[in-house]
């Protein structure tokens, strides 16, 4: 059984810096899995934030980029999400996907972006 599990989510004051993790079980072929990170803000849809293929192949969110790095540990079979400059419009529940077998989300984080 497929599970992803989302961890480092809170609240932070606007410009400040959280690191999310995304703990991967039950899939035997992790390194081979791309993965990704979506957000869904309050009252709106879910939207992607970062992905990072097997080859380490990297893509963001233009509102993101600068400010946002996902990177993956296969060895640990995790992926990250390094949020930094965080602003209010960040504020969203932030969910872990991974692209195999007809896609696998986690249950989410919540990051809340506030003074």
């Known amino acids: 059984q497929v599970q992803l599990v989302e961890s480092g989510g809170g609240l932070v004051q606007p410009g400040g810096s959280l690191r999310l993790s995304c703990a991967v079980s039950?899939?035997?072929?992790?390194?081979?899995?791309?993965m990704g990170w979506y957000r869904q803000p309050p009252g709106k849809q879910r939207e992607l934030v970062a992905t990072i293929t097997s080859g380490d192949w990297i893509s963001y969110a233009d509102s993101v980029k600068g400010r946002f790095t996902i990177s993956r540990d296969n060895t640990k079979k995790s992926v990250y999400l390094q949020m930094n400059s965080l602003k209010p419009e960040d504020t969203a529940l932030y969910y872990c996907?991974?692209?195999?077998?007809?896609?696998?989300w986690g249950k989410g984080t919540l990051v809340t972006v506030s003074s």
């Open positions: 996907y991974a692209n195999t077998d007809g896609g696998h």
């Open positions: 039950g899939i035997i072929f992790f390194s081979y899995t791309e």
